[in-house]
């Protein structure tokens, strides 16, 4: 845990005092303080290409008052600095008043461990994974052009002082392994890229060889690449596979429903709730309280325990995803969503695992019964225009489906489709809801905020398939 | 205000000092500093108001041909030398590596001329605030806008770059940027669009009101859209998109993905891979330019590249290690593109519309869908039909499709080039490609 009024001028008396001055007549507002320590090792072209480690320190003030948000950052924790900023907030702010709101849910539960991955492993061992994923590839098959294997670990503590003299605190470990490989067969190229990860230790995710695992399947997406055909083009049935692809239900879904939008009405969500968007038989949830994944939170950004959420209930929706500022002003309460990138942001709503729950039909099943259509088992990333409600994401493993059956891989494709009605397609839901191997970020307004998906197989009865073959 | 030279430099010479000292045989450093104010409105009121207020170090030591890097954002002397011990800790289990190196000495940049890239105007939070009430005033003058989101933001950096084999130089740079997201509704759509001017001085940036109006007006021609069937069709690129292909092609020639293979242009040099009307220039000192430099982030002196000639390739983008692995100068493009524009073509605006009896004018895309090893392009798209000439319908809900190795020999380019950011592109028409609807 680190403590934030050792190295300067500024004790916690003087930060209590200076907060609780400042908000006094404000509505809401905190003093965020964090420290984070990363590292990124990169093996790259047969070589470790970098080595860096970093570390931050910082502090984010923040006061509202009715609608507005007044925020101050700075990278110097200090009394000086600390009441610099305190000007700032309360000049932005002089002529709204409002009550402060004292009251923040307590949890004791913990979703994950205090630990420093980047400790936990020495820098040798590291090498020795990068150097032996490097040889393993290159020996496994004469295609493989080129490796780059990467570690990226992180431990980020931070502080919540609010009005009155609260504080609560978190520290939160994670962790990302990641292989991208390009082959190289008779004139063409393709990569194929896999990860893993969340807030445990490098070897949690890395016993038994692991390493090993993240690898073949590197190799396996890429190998099925080299073989792809150009993807059709126009309206189709799309099969989902279990887990990552539910990137969909993030961009098509989550986004739009997350409390800002709503409340400013620019979602094509805001006037919903209660209504069915989507077929019986769908249930989505935003968890953050499972253990160790990549999105779960101990609190949020603000403080508040995180939850599990549920946003569509057989079919209906049934709640936004709130921070404490929105749910403020739509007579609501935060669901442990206001999540922020790092102490020079301000917070925003945001997801955390977003999940689509089972049902009982099987993946056999959805394929059997598309005539025409395509397969999606894996995918890069996706984005949504949250007013329109039209999202976009790209396969980066597919397949046709012909009569029934699993056909030829396609190529790289983007599949767009409109986020309101797009569950209302979905006719199957299976019975194999998988999580994703914890490698997603998600941007929103210039913030990413690590998140994890989750989702069983489905069956789309309709949407766009962006190739080049008509 | 924002710190000056001195203190930057007292800094840097202190990580390098340090670092020599501990047995580090070269070593370089940053130092910069940073300040910015950003003002929010929402329809016609302030929503938000910030301040930031940031330094950044980051060090690469080397021990031979061997190297790791630091970087920080807490520049106490006492941590400064935590971290430079632990970075040369970590420098010496690193594996050597040949290519490692400070740039060539000669290579250095020498003279460092004023780009006029540092306005000290200060825009005080209540002229912000008045900018941005006669923005959203004029943004939402038409009933059918319903929401007006717009911001100001005025930053002014500095930074030093200093390394060990006596490179010390730095300079102030200033930026200014109003941007405006309106939302407009009518009984069977909702649509966003956006304006935005981004500036090096505050006097150039765009006036409030035409801002708001323009935004304004590219929300509302964009209600009642349609979704158009699966076919081939010429597909023409609004500015703010064709300037993407632009930095697509960037991406493909970085003397980094050239290296490791990974790029669909390796190997051109001297090949056509553009149409051979199509000039691409890389101009680093264009006075208040937005991606002017009189460095790269190594030191290294950066002069204008002819990337494209009449469609043949020249260049790449090289910096100083991947340039030592392909046996190529260092050009002064570590850290990308500097200027990159198109020259202009010689075809108007209104006769690139009305080219073909039909095509498609696209305004905005979305997705990831650029793949610099295969060249294949798909991405989500929202734009208009054209027929002879003239905006016909808004589409959306479609894709287009096509692979950067046709679709670079298949660009014509309007005259209508304008230096507004720091890539730049006339509009643009791409015969042949695929779009994917209904």
Redesign the interface.
Known sequence: MSNFFNKSDLTRQNADKIVSDTLNNCDDGELYLEESKSESIVLDDNKIKSSNYSSDLGFGFRAISNEVVAYSYSNEISKDSLKNSSENLKSTLKSIKGTYNHEIPKSNKKFYEDINPIEQKSLDSKLEVLNKVNDFLRKKDGSVKQVTASFAGEQKSIEIIRSGGEALTDVRPLIRFNVSVMLEKNGRKETGVYGIGGRQSYDDYLKNDNWKNVCEEAFRIASVNLESKPAPAGEMKVVLGPGWPAILIHEAIGHGLEGDFNRKKTSAFHDLMGEKVASEGVTIVDDGTIDNRRGSLTIDDEGTPTERTVLIENGILKNFMQDRHNARLMNTRSTGSGRRENYRHIVLPRMRNTMMLSGNQTQDEMIKSVDKGIFAVSFGGGQVDITSGKFVFNCTEAYEINNGKIGSPIKGATLIGDGPSILKEVSMVGNDMMLDPGIGTCGKAGQGVPVGVAQPSILIDKMTVGGTKL | MVKDQEFLKSKASYCLDLAKKMGATDASVTVGHSISETVNF?NK???????????ALSIETYLGKRR???????L?NE?IKT?IE??FE?TK???E?EFNSLPDKNLLAKQISSLNLYDETRFE?NKKIKYLKDLEESASSNNQI??T?SSFTENKSNFILANSDGFCDGYKTSSFAASCVT?AKDEN????DYEFSSKRHLSDIKQATDLGNKAAKQTIRKLS?K?IG???ISIIFDKRISKGMLSAFASAISASAI????S?LKDKIDEQVFANSINVIDKPDIIKGMGSQNFDSEGVNSNTLQLIEDGILKNYLVDTYNGK?LNLKSNGRSGGTTNLYFEKGNISYEDLMKKNSRSLYIT?T????S?I??G?Y???A?GFLVEDGEFKYPV????????FKDMFKNIILANDLEFEYSVNSPTMMIEGM?????
């Open positions: 929402r009121s302030l929503e938000a108001s910030d301040r930031s207020d940031g330094l790791s890097s630091i970087s920080s954002s807490n106490l941590n971290l632990k970075c970590t289990i690193t594996p590596d939070n319903i929401n989101e939302v759509s909702m649509e966003r859209p979704k699966s076919e081939k290296a490791r293979g990974t669909f692995k905005e979305i997705g990831h869908g793949n090893v295969t294949d798909s991405v989500g929202t959306n809900e479609i894709t287009i499709a096509g692979n695929t779009v994917a609807g209904k």
